[in-house]
């Protein structure tokens, strides 16, 4: 299915990119820093020291441009912990959601939804399709869509850097359009999240101009981290500890008259467990256990600086049904990451270099190419 093409696509650029060991000579010696609860700030408090960050001249590393750091103040940051919305692998509700998709986006069938091998369901007529399966993955797909790994990315819009009312009006509207879209499908489908704009890619494919653009989900005011790092230690994508990014994934693509070749969402959510954390580490306290921990020969520059949650959990098999348990739940621990863009490397999509501080025990994870 054309379905599982985009997602092997993904896919095959985290495994590509994700062989290289992070290096000790930019590694700190302490990986647990002790933190005494003075250290930490109230979360309505955690963006204070903002400006102060950036008037301070750290030695092991340059921060990017203030202007293009957008880190909004959160509703609330919690010891939060995840399940599919669907753990219980109904068929009959996932019958019923895929006609629903249908609804969204018009498209036109005699009533009939087939059962795919028992994993889910699909719609479809001659000119497009929409399916659903255990995953709770909804897509819809016209049939003269063209795919990401037969188009040459010409440019990468960070939307996420820019203030909402600074994008460009030509790609404003099928924006607006899409972040309605998605956090229509995300409610109907039982999940949390809102929905953001995240990055636009411009492709070429033989002469014709594609917009794809990458959405983030976001739990009361922090994004969950759907972008990939470059490099990082082998089994990162293995086990039960394994980064989640790939299922955080939401994508459409538009052609050169903004109508719309393919949706494609992932996973829906809902908590197991949203525990309010009352105080976590500031943006300056994050930079200063940076300053303090990283190995003294290190100079990083960073082009931003986010405030997300990192998923970990069990990456299941999409492909069958055996591969679904649903009781795998998914942790989202509040870090700051402190992020590098490498396009040289980044292959069909955004991939990043990152430093990430965990918002409550002050750890540091480096994600860098040795």
Not at 11 to 18: D, G, R, T, W, Y
Not at 133 to 142: G, L, M, N, T
Request: some cysteine; overall charge negative.
């Amino acid at each position: 299915m054309k379905k599982q093409i985009i997602i092997t696509s993904i896919i095959a650029v985290v495994v590509l990119s994700s062989c290289a060991q992070t290096p000790d000579s930019i590694q700190g010696n302490n990986y647990n820093t002790d933190l005494n609860l003075n250290d930490k700030v109230p979360v309505e408090h955690i963006l204070d020291d903002f400006d102060e960050a950036f008037k301070t001249e750290y030695l092991k590393f340059k921060l990017p441009d203030k202007s293009s750091v957008i880190i909004n103040q959160p509703e609330g940051v919690y010891d939060l912990e995840l399940k599919y919305v669907n753990s219980e692998k109904s068929l009959e509700w996932l019958k019923e959601k895929v006609f629903k998709l249908a609804e969204i986006f018009n498209v036109e069938n005699n009533g009939n939804a087939e059962n795919i091998g028992n994993i889910g369901y699909c719609l479809e007529n001659d000119k497009e399709r929409v399916r659903a399966d255990i995953f709770s993955e909804p897509y819809y797909c016209s049939n003269n869509a063209a795919f990401i790994d037969e188009m040459n990315l010409c440019k990468t819009e960070y939307l996420n850097r820019i203030q909402q009312k600074n994008i460009n009006k030509e790609y404003k509207e099928f924006i607006d359009k899409s972040v309605d879209c998605s956090n229509n499908i995300t409610s109907i489908f039982g999940g949390i999240f809102t929905n953001i704009p995240m990055d636009l890619y411009i492709r070429d494919n033989n002469g014709e101009v594609f917009y794809e653009l990458s959405l983030q989900p976001t739990y009361k005011g922090v994004g969950l981290q759907c972008i990939t790092p470059t490099y990082s230690n082998g089994d990162i994508f293995e086990g039960d500890n394994a980064l989640m990014t790939m299922g955080f994934d939401i994508r459409f693509l538009y052609n050169s008259d903004y109508n719309l070749n393919y949706y494609v969402s992932c996973d829906n959510y809902t908590p197991v467990k949203e525990e309010p954390i009352e105080k976590i580490i500031s943006f300056k306290g994050a930079c200063d256990i940076l300053e303090e921990e990283l190995a003294s020969n290190v100079r990083m520059e960073f082009d931003d600086v986010k405030l997300w949650y990192e998923p970990r959990g069990t990456i299941l098999d999409a492909t069958t049904e055996d591969g679904f348990d649903g009781s795998k739940t998914t942790k989202c621990t509040p870090k700051w990451f402190f992020i590098s863009d490498n396009e040289e490397d980044s292959g069909l999509h955004h991939a990043i270099n990152y430093v990430t501080v965990d918002c409550v025990t002050g750890e540091i994870e480096v994600f860098f190419p040795g």
